[in-house]
């Protein structure tokens, strides 16, 4: 059974902070990805990697970085956090489009992180 | 570039079958369509997947018409464990790679 696991379940920081959420994956995926999700706006991405070391912005990658240092590893990072960051992150995980049956997504439980 | 829209909630009641349906123009003939359930507190779940016609599986089936600028997700005689937010999700290939345009979820309430 695919497992995807987040390092936190709640994580509540200041403003100004460096902020690391993990993300790790047992499938053996290539595909990785960390969205947001705030009420109304449904899942917004963040940021993709395909491979390590390969990272593509999705849409929202303002005031984000991620690292994927190891193939089931992948980290976002908050910079300095803000406010306007707090809410639900989610990873994701899958095989390269296409290769598989079907692309299916992977999702880990959310973290939800609060920004004083 | 695709944009897909679905409805924000729905109501139901247990034993009916609910039918959701995305709209999205402009997708090609080898982009896909596939829907997430999610409940609260946790990540979405995949359903289903399909690019034309009918697929189904054990959960539900996926109706795309020929011009593909709308699908429909169809759960069958639904209970109150169906209960949760449905999202479709259109796959579509952007130069060397995909991008992923995602509705903004559809909250099911199943009543007793």
């Known amino acids: 059974d695919v497992k995807v696991t987040q390092s936190s379940r709640y994580l509540v920081k200041r403003t100004g902070e460096k902020v690391f959420l993990e993300c790790v994956q047992d499938m053996d995926h290539e595909n990785m990805f960390w969205y947001r999700q705030d009420p109304g706006l449904g899942l917004r991405l963040i940021y993709f990697?395909?491979?390590?070391?390969?990272?593509e912005k999705g849409d929202i990658p303002e005031g984000y970085s991620v690292s994927r240092e190891k193939k089931e590893r992948f980290s976002l990072i908050l910079e300095s956090a803000s406010t306007n960051q707090t809410s639900m992150y989610l990873c994701a995980s899958s095989y390269p489009f296409g290769l598989a049956d079907t692309d299916t997504q992977y999702f880990g439980p959310g973290t939800r992180l609060t920004v004083l | 570039l695709a944009k897909t829209t679905q409805p924000i909630s729905m109501d139901s009641y247990e034993g009916q079958e609910v039918n959701i349906t995305c709209s999205h123009n402009?997708?090609?003939?080898?982009?896909?369509i596939t829907w997430y359930q999610q409940f609260p507190s946790q990540g979405p779940r995949f359903i289903i997947q399909?690019?034309?016609?009918?697929v189904t599986n054990e959960v539900a089936s996926l109706f795309i018409p020929a011009d593909r600028k709308s699908s429909t997700l169809s759960l069958p005689r639904v209970s109150l464990s169906d209960t949760a937010v449905y999202y479709c999700l259109v796959v579509v290939n952007a130069g060397n790679n995909r991008k992923l345009i995602w509705g903004l979820g559809t909250s099911l309430a199943v009543n007793p």
């Open positions: 399909g690019y034309k016609t009918k």
């Open positions: 990697s395909y491979d390590v070391k390969m990272k």
């Open positions: 402009n997708i090609a003939t080898n982009d896909y």
